[in-house]
């Protein structure tokens, strides 16, 4: 689950850095970035980690379904007055759920993007390159679309809020002083992921 | 005679309440159990909680009732023993504090107070109140102890073991095994007991040798055993009596994946 | 005309006898441990390590305790911390010094080899605690701490912050555990015992009721250890926990077993006063606060003011002042009596008067809040808990209470008590303390006797039974044990009376406090006894024990428990009324100094009361052990 999960955090710092791009100059913006997604595509290296990436979220989803599970037969019948609630973050508990919305996101997200651009018929820029760059302006001309995208990155953001300190924790930092570290930097890294992915389709949408 | 006299004034000028109680009944581990209510006027503000149900014990057993089973014995927070839910937080509201150390000036006249069992799989109800914790037993005789004999040993200081490994060693050592942490725990897992042991002997010059075994053989129990897994939550130390830390449990997390990968 | 008995003791001198035991004490072979079960019942301190310590030799262990996990036993609440002589501190100790002091502590009625012993292997237990994981606590330098404690001139008392009990405790019970999972120890745990059974002379086993069911089981062995702890909460308000009882030593006593000294209570200086009629129990606070706190009362008794509004010189330092050379750290039951004192005489404090104050404003100021947070910090946590008061903003209120019972069933040096096969350690047995218990020896005493006594007098006793059979669980010994233990549960059951078990424990625990207290006297013991005498006779028609005899039943459980406490707490009478004399613990005020002091007559009571059960509670038999001091003189004890 933490090994998993960080992979992910890794990527989300990636995939945000990739798409910082389409905030450039417009025409600038469509050559560049439908170049690094054809890079993408086509080196090895690239793949392989993305065949891990693949798995990574496989394996995170299955490992989160069995722990759901486990959790559930451990637990003896419910209280009638519950208040245990008091003792920690909601969003802490609430690690399913969360993901439950990101999984979706990412099947709509993965239906929207990937798929076309692996199997779908888009057209080709002028060098050549399929044009991503204008399925993606397009589709976040769409204000529900910027909803949906916004809610499912703030549920990212509060399951990056606990999932990336939980994960360090499950690997074995147990140092008092790097563990107040490691809390401080899991808050800047969920806001920061959560202000990124958001702003490039608000910056879309205003910009249309 | 003085005493006596005092005393009947301080009864004069205590603090009386009146305290509806919602109590969990179950009569064993195989029937169902459900809420019963009762009503105490004469509730002193000064009682402690357990003198409260003794209190209703009296009461019940006075009307021919069978009084309501429930777990305590030191009642000086120290043996573990007692803990039940109150009002849906173990050990109730106060932090830090067994349910035999917490007293009635933390509630008001009126209060209605619910009092469950601590409930999870691993923790079977025997009646009422009470619960079969054996299986935090059955955790440290998996590896919870130094495999050393008894009788000899080197002399003491032939070990040093610097002020801050003893004192943070002492922390995790002091929990009293009461079991808060798996009522609370959304998962009910038992990884704030588990390491907290598992811990305090890594901490420990003289323990640290046979750290691998131990965390693997003690980790296995408690999944054996049917606790769930810690998702990191937090809440088993904010609920903790002894305020047990939860890096306890990062570092169970790696004597396990330590052992895991030297194997 | 008393009979008298004697203890066995080895020949030599005071410092080769335990070694001379030892040489020439039968041995079991290995192979043949396996065959030889033993019950041992309770798991505290001594329960615990003579259990594990014995199931590690390879013999079978059936371990027994009343609690839902043997971590919970009462050694889990000591404080302070444990007495050894290691002389650390280059202090000036020595064994000798030690036994001195425990000997001079308990006033000169202890067995000398007994107490020699407990002071000679006092240093192994330290380094075996360090090797089992007792966080004890160190010098920054990595290497062992030490405080001092009430009653001593020297710091030799190991300490891990004020849970000491419960990190040896766990450092025993996980010793246990081990011998468990390897099979050696069968765990009984919610079973209480309720009979001791006699086969030809022999402790062949025991009855016990499983507290969860209700159901009544036998259990056969090739010897029987009682490991039951202290009998305090008899006085109902006690430093004891809620389950504490004496039914398995006084069942014993009702087979054959002498009972000595039973009115030796210890009574504690440093618990939290009574707030109120329905107390459930006393809190005590770790005698090692009296290293850093000032105990005083305000001199008038019309004092109105806060204590921090009373000036130094109209505050009373009543320790201090009686006692210069060891002040607050004065023995406990000492401590006690002076507080009771200046209680008795209308300055108390608090809103029942019942209290003195034990300050730490100077300790503050001399060391700061730090320090002092770190050596006692849990002690003043648990005090807010309780009373709701910040001890560093204002003195604590103490008041004495019921704690320690130096009386016991009686043994020999074997630690076997009148019954061939039946031992007792422990808090449970006399032994070690005389007259008064010294802080932080009884840590010592029961890991002493179950670490290191009982297995080598264990195996001196078992190596005559190896020819002897499993014991059969149905010899018509056990049918009877088991028919009477039955009979006495349906009775309690069927009286259908208008009083609970709790309320008659209530009762009690007023007239010994009164009577068999701090302080007895002829005429208060003589009307005590007829109260016990006629609580006991109410108890046997007007008891009220709702629900069933097989089934799990707390009031079942006490009102067995309270039949004992009425029957023990007549003998206990009978030991003070016998013992024309003060000594320790038991201060009868006809027989005192100029001064108050207890006043001992060596001429006539130089002895161990050791009393047998004649089949009417009220007539028992007296024995006497006469305590020979061969190497020691004993003086009129003197803290000033």
Same mark, same amino acid.
């Given at each position: ?208 | ?19 509806? @109680? ?5 009569? =064993?581990?195989?029937?169902?159990? +459900?809420? $019963?209510?009762?009503?105490?006027? &004469?509730? !002193?503000?000064?009682?402690?909680? @357990? ?5 209703? =014990?009296?009461?019940?057993?006075? +009307?021919? $009732?069978?009084?309501?089973?429930? &777990?305590? !014995? ?190 | ?640």
């Amino acid at each position: 689950m933490a090994l998993t999960g960080l992979f992910l955090c890794f990527f989300l710092i990636i995939h945000l850095l990739g798409n910082f791009q389409l905030l450039l100059p417009p025409e600038e913006a469509q050559l560049q970035y439908n170049l690094y997604s054809d890079f993408l595509s086509n080196n090895l290296v690239v793949k392989i980690i993305s065949y891990v990436l693949y798995a990574s979220i496989l394996v995170h989803t299955l490992d989160a379904i069995y722990l759901s599970i486990k959790a559930k037969k451990a637990k003896g019948s419910s209280y009638v007055k519950d208040k245990r609630n008091r003792a920690s973050k909601w969003y802490s508990r609430q690690m399913m759920l969360l993901g439950t919305i990101v999984f979706a996101f990412l099947v709509i997200h993965f239906k929207d993007f990937w798929f076309p651009y692996k199997f779908g018929d888009l057209s080709s820029d002028i060098n050549g390159n399929k044009d991503l760059y204008t399925l993606v302006i397009v589709s976040f001309q769409k204000l529900w679309y910027v909803i949906l995208y916004a809610v499912a990155i703030l549920a990212l953001g509060f399951h990056l809020l606990h999932g990336f300190f939980s994960a360090i924790r499950s690997i074995g930092l147990y140092n008092p002083t790097y563990n107040r570290i490691v809390k401080s930097v899991g808050v800047v890294f969920a806001v920061a992921i959560t202000l990124g992915y958001f702003v490039i389709p608000l910056y879309i949408y205003l910009n249309a | 005679m003085n005493s006596f006299s005092l005393l009947s004034e301080a009864i004069n000028n205590r603090i009386v309440m009146k305290i509806h @109680l919602k109590i969990w009944r179950q009569k =064993n581990q195989n029937t169902k159990g +459900q809420l $019963e209510t009762y009503t105490l006027d &004469d509730v !002193d503000a000064e009682m402690s909680f @357990l003198e409260m149900l003794d209190m209703l =014990n009296l009461k019940l057993a006075k +009307q021919g $009732e069978r009084p309501v089973e429930f &777990d305590h !014995d030191c009642r000086e927070g120290i043996c573990g023993q007692c803990g039940v839910m109150i009002n849906g937080i173990a050990h109730g509201p106060l932090k830090n504090t067994t349910t035999c150390q917490l007293h009635m000036r933390s509630f008001k006249d009126g209060d209605t107070i619910f009092v469950e069992p601590f409930k999870a799989k691993a923790f079977p109800v025997i009646r009422d109140l009470k619960v079969n914790r054996s299986a935090l037993d059955e955790i440290i005789a998996a590896g919870g102890y130094i495999s050393v004999s008894t009788g000899q040993a080197p002399e003491a200081n032939s070990i040093l073991v610097s002020h801050e490994e003893a004192e943070s060693a002492f922390d995790s050592a002091a929990c009293i095994g009461c079991g808060a942490c798996v009522a609370t725990c959304k998962n009910a897992s038992a990884a704030l007991f588990t390491s907290s042991k598992i811990s305090q002997l890594a901490k420990l010059p003289q323990g640290k040798k046979e750290s691998n075994k131990r965390t693997v053989d003690m980790v296995n129990r408690m999944e054996d055993l049917g606790f769930g897994h810690c998702t990191n939550t937090e809440a088993c130390q904010v609920e903790c009596p002894q305020d047990i830390s939860v890096l306890n449990i990062a570092q169970m997390n790696y004597e396990y994946n330590k052992a895991k990968l030297v194997k | 005309m008393a009979k008298e008995i004697h203890a066995t003791i080895p020949e030599g001198d005071l410092k080769d006898k335990w070694s001379n035991y030892k040489a020439h004490a039968k041995l079991v072979s290995p192979n043949n441990r396996k065959k030889l079960e033993v019950i041992v019942v309770g798991t505290g301190l001594a329960g615990a390590s003579a259990a594990a310590s014995l199931a590690e030799m390879g013999y079978k262990i059936k371990s027994f305790c009343f609690q839902d996990s043997p971590r919970r036993a009462h050694s889990v609440a000591a404080q302070g911390g444990v007495n050894a002589m290691k002389n650390y501190q280059n202090d000036g100790d020595s064994v000798y010094r030690m036994f001195y002091d425990t000997l001079k502590g308990g006033d000169f009625r202890s067995r000398e080899a007994n107490t020699y012993r407990l002071a000679e292997c006092s240093a192994s237990l330290i380094d075996q605690a360090v090797a089992q994981g007792v966080p004890f606590g160190r010098e920054y330098s990595g290497y062992l701490k030490n405080r001092s404690f009430g009653g001593v001139q020297v710091s030799r008392t190991f300490y891990a912050r004020g849970q000491t009990g419960q990190q040896l405790l766990l450092g025993a019970y996980q010793a246990l555990m081990r011998q468990k999972e390897q099979g050696n120890v069968q765990l009984y745990t919610r079973h209480e015992m309720l009979d001791l059974v006699i086969i030809d002379g022999k402790a062949k086993g025991i009855i016990a009721r499983n507290l969860d069911t209700g159901e009544i089981e036998r259990h056969g062995a090739h010897a029987v250890i009682l490991a039951t702890g202290g009998f305090g909460k008899i006085y109902y308000l006690s430093t004891l926990a809620m389950g504490c009882n004496a039914s398995a030593i006084w069942r014993a006593y009702k087979k054959g077993a002498l009972m000595a000294n039973p009115s030796w209570t210890q009574v504690h200086p440093t618990s939290l006063p009574q707030s109120g009629p329905y107390q459930s129990k006393l809190t005590l606070m770790s005698e090692s606060l009296r290293n850093d706190g000032r105990i005083w009362v305000p001199k008038s008794k019309e004092e109105q003011r806060l204590p921090g509004e009373i000036p130094e010189e109209e505050r009373d330092y009543y320790l201090e002042r009686k006692y210069p050379s060891f002040g607050n750290l004065a023995p406990r039951d000492i401590a006690s009596r002076a507080a009771k004192e200046q209680i008795d005489a209308g300055k108390g404090v608090g809103a029942l008067k019942n209290a003195v104050y034990l300050d730490f404003s100077d300790a503050i100021k001399e060391y700061g809040q730090e320090l002092i947070a770190e050596r006692y910090g849990n002690l003043f946590t648990m005090y807010q808990k309780i009373t709701g008061i910040d001890a560093y903003k204002e003195p604590m209120k103490i008041s004495p209470s019921a704690h320690f019972s130096m009386g016991g069933l009686w043994v020999d040096y074997d630690l076997m008590t009148s019954i061939p096969g039946l031992f007792a350690i422990g808090e449970a047995n006399f032994s070690d303390h005389g007259a008064n218990r010294l802080g932080a020896n009884s840590l010592l005493q029961a890991c002493v006797d179950g670490y290191y006594i009982a297995p080598y007098t264990l195996q001196n006793y078992l190596a005559d039974q190896i020819q002897v059979k499993k014991t059969d669980v149905n010899h018509p010994a056990f049918t009877e044990a088991e028919e009477k233990v039955q009979k006495q549960l349906h009775h309690f059951i069927n009286q259908k009376g208008t009083k609970t078990a709790e309320e008659f424990h209530r009762e009690l625990g007023k007239i010994l406090y009164d009577k068999c207290g701090l302080s007895r006297s002829e005429d208060g013991l003589k009307i005590a006894i007829s109260q016990i005498q006629n609580l006991r006779e109410d108890f046997k028609t007007n008891l009220l024990v709702p629900g069933d005899v097989e089934d799990i039943n707390s009031e079942l459980e006490k009102a067995g428990r309270v039949s004992d406490y009425l029957e023990l707490s007549e003998l206990m009478c009978i030991d003070a009324l016998n013992r024309n004399e003060s000594c320790g613990a038991h201060f009868r005020e006809e027989f005192q100094t100029e001064d108050g002091e207890a006043k001992r007559d060596d001429k006539d009571f130089a002895y161990s009361a050791a009393w047998e059960w004649s089949g009417e509670v009220s007539s028992p038999i007296l024995n006497k052990e006469v305590l020979k001091f061969e190497f020691v003189q004993p003086t009129q004890r003197s803290y000033k």
